[in-house]
């Protein structure tokens, strides 16, 4: 361990800690693995079923664990060695990715099921040890550059996703295993993300982490810790504040990741083109909302992030009263900005804010509200919206006409405008008295 000293902090900053760069070049690459293998999860369940519900079934099971794994894996965090966490649970994920060309569609249930329990083991223990590898100062810049590791590597995926599955079926016969290998036409996506996982657990194992501040010795206690993690978060009203942000914050983003493509199609009468805008703009405003939060936090972290939040409800209104095609483009920039803001400083702040010996229950917590929240946003919400035909506001001549659509996002609009209204207790997040991790305890570089 050394000291970090006074740093100035910002993106710089973080990329110069080497521990910290290991683990963002393994996240980058892994991430790309993820997003490829995610879309060979969706072909290959199509393919074996030739049914929409069972791509649908898929999703489903990448949401239902965190109701449980992640608070395990959090507890997991905070008494064993992060390192060997991570490392064990790519290599887990490794083996189980590389057999899934080769099942049918039960056992790719299952394995979509366990490979996002041991994934949810994997992020706590990631997630609580960013603190340890940056400089005080760069911490929301180490995560928008783990952020952006993660959704920056979707437009590259799908092309990559594409050139492996036709590598695939051009195999010539003479090589090993190419007829099974033709016969999967996956097979690539899905070795290509194995191996990415591994390349993941090198950069890792190099890592100068250990165990939480105080777990030395201690037994691993489940409903023991989530009790006591469950504690720790109704003791603390800001941390409560905080977590009602961050599930609407995620819920805006199920929402628009549920009716984008019909709101488009259907409600503004476009294309399948202009729906890939749409999802591109968002993107390039997360982008922006990366590169201006350093600016943005000396106004004040907590101030920020409530809104932030409080703009992603607005937007989403905005969008559905007012459903004009470039209206939607200019609201997917600052939706994209608003949310990766909201996003980032929800994470420097329960980082630098909790304490390291049970920082890994509180980031379990976070990344179970992340799937919470964009499940409730896709699912619920998006469920209203097509159950919805069209909606009458208004009386006589003087009304307003709704499709399911602009009903779906101006609903997820108000309840964000409502969590965000439960989330002001942010705002009293009390100055520093210890509770953050001590500089001379970051192990940077």
């Given at each position: 361990m050394s000291d970090a000293g006074p740093a100035p902090g910002g993106y710089v900053d973080a990329w110069r800690s080497s521990p910290f760069r290991r683990l963002l070049v393994g996240q980058s690459v892994s991430s790309l693995g993820d997003w490829v293998a995610t879309l060979a999860f969706i072909a290959t369940a199509f393919s074996l079923t030739g049914n929409q519900?069972?791509?649908?079934?898929?999703?489903?099971?990448r949401l239902v664990p965190p109701m449980f794994a992640a608070p395990v894996?959090?507890?997991?965090?905070?008494?064993?060695?992060?390192?060997?966490?991570?490392?064990?649970?790519d290599l887990s994920r490794a083996a189980l990715i590389a057999l899934v060309p080769f099942v049918g569609i039960a056992l790719l249930y299952v394995i979509a099921f366990v490979h996002e329990c041991i994934s949810l083991f994997f992020l706590p223990a990631r997630d609580a040890s960013v603190p340890h590898l940056v400089p005080e100062g760069s911490l929301a810049e180490a995560n928008g550059l783990v952020l952006a590791s993660s959704?920056?590597?979707?437009?590259?995926?799908?092309?990559?996703?594409?050139?492996?599955?036709?590598?695939?079926?051009?195999?010539?016969?003479?090589?090993?295993?190419?007829?099974?290998?033709?016969?999967?036409?996956?097979?690539?996506?899905?070795?290509?993300?194995?191996?990415?996982?591994?390349?993941?657990?090198?950069?890792?194992a190099g890592l100068p982490l250990g165990r939480a501040e105080g777990a030395?010795?201690?037994?691993?206690?489940?409903?023991?810790?989530?009790?006591?993690?469950?504690?720790?978060?109704?003791s603390h009203a800001w941390l409560r504040a905080l977590a009602a942000g961050l599930l609407v914050s995620m819920l805006g983003g199920g929402v628009l990741f549920a009716i984008g493509i019909a709101f488009i199609r259907e409600t503004l009468h476009g294309s399948d083109v202009q729906f890939g805008w749409l999802a591109a703009l968002w993107g390039a405003g997360m982008g922006i909302g990366l590169g201006i939060v350093r600016a943005l936090v000396r106004r004040g972290e907590a101030q920020v992030f409530l809104a932030a939040v409080t703009l992603c409800g607005a937007v989403l209104i905005t969008m559905a009263l007012?459903?004009?095609?470039?209206?939607?483009?200019?609201?997917?920039v600052a939706?994209?900005?608003?949310?990766?803001?909201?996003?980032?400083?929800?994470?420097?702040?329960?980082?630098?804010?909790?304490?390291?010996?049970?920082?890994?229950?509180?980031m379990g917590g976070v990344q179970m509200l992340f799937r919470i929240g964009l499940g409730a946003g896709a699912l619920g919400v998006g469920a209203l919206a097509h159950s919805v035909g069209q909606l009458r506001i208004g009386l006589g001549n003087v009304a307003l006409r709704l499709d399911g659509n602009q009903v779906g996002l101006i609903a997820g609009g108000?309840?964000?405008?409502?969590?965000?209204?439960?989330?002001?207790?942010?705002?009293?997040?009390?100055?520093?008295?210890?509770?953050?991790?001590?500089r001379e305890d970051r192990q940077v570089t």
């Amino acid at each position: 361990m050394s000291d970090a000293g006074p740093a100035p902090g910002g993106y710089v900053d973080a990329w110069r800690s080497s521990p910290f760069r290991r683990l963002l070049v393994g996240q980058s690459v892994s991430s790309l693995g993820d997003w490829v293998a995610t879309l060979a999860f969706i072909a290959t369940a199509f393919s074996l079923t030739g049914n929409q519900a069972a791509v649908a079934v898929v999703l489903i099971l990448r949401l239902v664990p965190p109701m449980f794994a992640a608070p395990v894996g959090g507890v997991v965090a905070d008494r064993l060695d992060r390192r060997l966490i991570m490392v064990t649970s790519d290599l887990s994920r490794a083996a189980l990715i590389a057999l899934v060309p080769f099942v049918g569609i039960a056992l790719l249930y299952v394995i979509a099921f366990v490979h996002e329990c041991i994934s949810l083991f994997f992020l706590p223990a990631r997630d609580a040890s960013v603190p340890h590898l940056v400089p005080e100062g760069s911490l929301a810049e180490a995560n928008g550059l783990v952020l952006a590791s993660s959704y920056g590597a979707l437009p590259v995926a799908a092309g990559l996703f594409g050139a492996l599955r036709l590598a695939a079926s051009h195999i010539p016969t003479g090589l090993p295993f190419a007829g099974p290998l033709r016969a999967h036409p996956t097979a690539f996506a899905f070795l290509f993300d194995a191996a990415t996982f591994l390349f993941s657990a090198a950069m890792i194992a190099g890592l100068p982490l250990g165990r939480a501040e105080g777990a030395g010795g201690q037994r691993v206690r489940l409903f023991e810790g989530v009790a006591e993690g469950t504690r720790y978060v109704l003791s603390h009203a800001w941390l409560r504040a905080l977590a009602a942000g961050l599930l609407v914050s995620m819920l805006g983003g199920g929402v628009l990741f549920a009716i984008g493509i019909a709101f488009i199609r259907e409600t503004l009468h476009g294309s399948d083109v202009q729906f890939g805008w749409l999802a591109a703009l968002w993107g390039a405003g997360m982008g922006i909302g990366l590169g201006i939060v350093r600016a943005l936090v000396r106004r004040g972290e907590a101030q920020v992030f409530l809104a932030a939040v409080t703009l992603c409800g607005a937007v989403l209104i905005t969008m559905a009263l007012l459903p004009f095609l470039w209206l939607s483009f200019v609201a997917a920039v600052a939706f994209g900005a608003a949310f990766s803001v909201a996003i980032v400083l929800a994470l420097s702040l329960v980082q630098r804010e909790t304490e390291d010996r049970i920082r890994g229950r509180i980031m379990g917590g976070v990344q179970m509200l992340f799937r919470i929240g964009l499940g409730a946003g896709a699912l619920g919400v998006g469920a209203l919206a097509h159950s919805v035909g069209q909606l009458r506001i208004g009386l006589g001549n003087v009304a307003l006409r709704l499709d399911g659509n602009q009903v779906g996002l101006i609903a997820g609009g108000i309840l964000i405008l409502l969590g965000a209204a439960a989330s002001i207790g942010v705002t009293r997040i009390p100055p520093h008295d210890g509770a953050a991790e001590p500089r001379e305890d970051r192990q940077v570089t």
